[in-house]
């Protein structure tokens, strides 16, 4: 199983840029999928999760600026991101919990690659 992020890019403040992740590999089923960042010096944060049933929810600094969604059939989650700011900059990591196929029933947490994200003021 693999999450392969794309996306990301230098843009200026106020601007907008999307994220997407697509998960691939022996998947049955696919439960939570979110965005965590990382800016220097700082710990990895959650900036956004959805669940299967499509309820999501995001960090505080996000809310009303960035929309997580995603399309099962496709085994994606986006990220749209709107009005960035400079604070915005770090490196994004998707985040998947996933059941592979087969007898194992584990739930495991796979992530991305991570892309990296630039606001310039």
């Known amino acids: 199983v693999q999450l392969q992020a794309s996306g990301g890019g230098l843009v200026q403040a106020g601007g907008s840029l999307r994220l997407s992740c697509a998960a691939s590999?022996?998947?049955?089923?696919?439960?939570?999928m979110g965005w965590y960042r990382q800016a220097p010096g700082k710990q990895r944060e959650l900036v956004a999760v959805?669940?299967?049933?499509?309820?999501?929810a995001y960090v505080d600094s996000v809310k009303g600026r960035f929309t997580i969604s995603r399309d099962s059939a496709k085994k994606t989650v986006y990220l749209q991101m709107s009005s960035l700011k400079p604070q915005d900059t770090a490196v994004y990591y998707c985040?998947?919990?996933?059941?592979?196929?087969?007898?194992?029933?584990?739930?495991?947490?796979?992530w991305g690659q991570g892309t990296q994200v630039t606001v310039s003021s």
């Open positions: 590999g022996s998947i049955a089923s696919i439960d939570v």
């Open positions: 959805t669940n299967s049933d499509g309820s999501a």
């Open positions: 985040h998947a919990r996933i059941r592979r196929t087969g007898r194992d029933l584990t739930w495991y947490d796979y």
